[in-house]
């Protein structure tokens, strides 16, 4: 496993090359789970001023699902969690409760969908088993 350690006051928009740099003097990952799509930007461009190259030499994926997942280069794999969806059962909650509305424990489950982009699937370890992409990590 091999982990870049983030303040917790980092903007995304700081240049990360350093601490990838750094990171990868401990040896080429497999691949990286950004936090969220703009943190896996950042790291597109630190793995590059690195000579690394996202989605060939290693995979990339990341949690957010922004439009611009699908226009990056290589387009980034990530996960949609779907906030729209998160945050109307959340409100309807709060307003009953602010109304104090009696109401049973509710239990509201939005999973999250997974995109794969070619920041995982073309990849040098990427392989393909019964007709589906894995990545192999």
Known sequence: TLTVDVPSA???SEDLAPLVSKALKRGL???????????AFSVYSA???A????GHDLAVVSFDDVPDATRAYPALTSAAGYPDRVG???TELLLSAIERQPS????VLV?????????SLGWRGATVGSGSPE???
């Open 10 to 12: 980092y903007d995304s």
């Open 29 to 39: 990952p497999d691949a990286v789970v950004a936090y969220n799509d703009m943190y």
């Open 47 to 49: 793995l590059r001023a």
């Open 51 to 54: 000579g690394v190259e996202p």
């Open 88 to 90: 109307a059962p959340a």
């Open 104 to 107: 049973s424990p509710r239990h």
């Open 111 to 119: 999973p999250p969908s997974l995109h794969p982009r070619r920041s």
């Open 135 to 137: 990545m192999t990590a």
